[in-house]
T-cell receptor, first 113, second 113 residues
């Protein structure tokens, strides 16, 4: 059973701070990793993808990948109240020749003004 | 482009009734997916279709059937609804080219009484 683990939170940070969200995964053969943001009552929205070890930056978001430690993280700089949402980590795995995503249960982020 | 669309948005069924959830995408994606999302359980894959004409079971297929009608449309059918199928259902699609990023529809909130 392929597993993706996230702290459920809530993670509370003040406006302007850095929010750090973490994820570990069990499938050592996984090659692709994604972060989705989900507002309450809405569908998941893809915000970052990462495929190589190291950091990938996109605006205020930075994804970090360490395949040796089977660890993925998402940093949100200058956090805003509008960043308050649940963040889902997803890992791509091969299954009978096709690829499917396994999702973590998500970390709720609360950014206070 | 509308992206991924789902109908209906909300549905209430009585135990034993049947219904079909519809999903369509206009992004020319090859692969389509059905997930359910329950509190504390995260997103779980019900069925997926890697390409037109193929379907495969995901993590929680019992009680469901699917049809990949054409490249655009992928439907999910509940033949005899049970209260345990009360959930939010999301359809997603992805392309073989690129990086297997999945894009989600707005969801269907289903209640089975």
């Amino acid at each position: 059973q392929k597993e993706v683990e996230q702290n459920s939170g809530p993670l509370s940070v003040p406006e302007g701070a850095i929010a750090s969200l973490n994820c570990t995964y069990s499938d050592r053969g996984s090659q692709s990793f994604f972060w989705y943001r989900q507002y309450s009552g809405k569908s998941p929205e893809l915000i970052m993808s990462i495929y190589s070890n190291g950091d990938k930056e996109d605006g205020r978001f930075t994804a970090q990948l360490n395949k040796a430690s089977q660890y993925v993280s998402l940093l949100i700089r200058d956090s805003q109240p509008s960043d308050s949402a649940t963040y889902l980590c997803a890992v791509l795995s091969m299954n009978s020749g096709y690829s499917t995503l396994t999702f973590g249960k998500g970390t709720m982020l609360l950014v206070s003004p | 482009n509308a992206g991924v669309t789902q109908t209906p948005k909300f549905q209430v069924l009585k135990t034993g009734q049947s219904m079909t959830l519809q999903c369509a995408q206009d992004m020319n994606h090859n692969s389509m997916y059905w997930y359910r999302q329950d509190p504390g359980m995260g997103l779980r894959l019900i069925y997926y279709s890697a390409s037109e004409g193929t379907t495969d079971k995901g993590e929680v297929p019992n009680g469901y059937n699917v049809s990949r009608l054409n490249k655009r449309e992928f439907s999910l059918r509940l033949e005899s609804a049970a209260p345990s199928q009360t959930s939010v259902y999301f359809c997603a699609s992805s392309s073989w080219t690129g990086n297997n990023e999945q894009f989600f529809g707005p969801g269907t909130r289903l209640t089975v009484l």
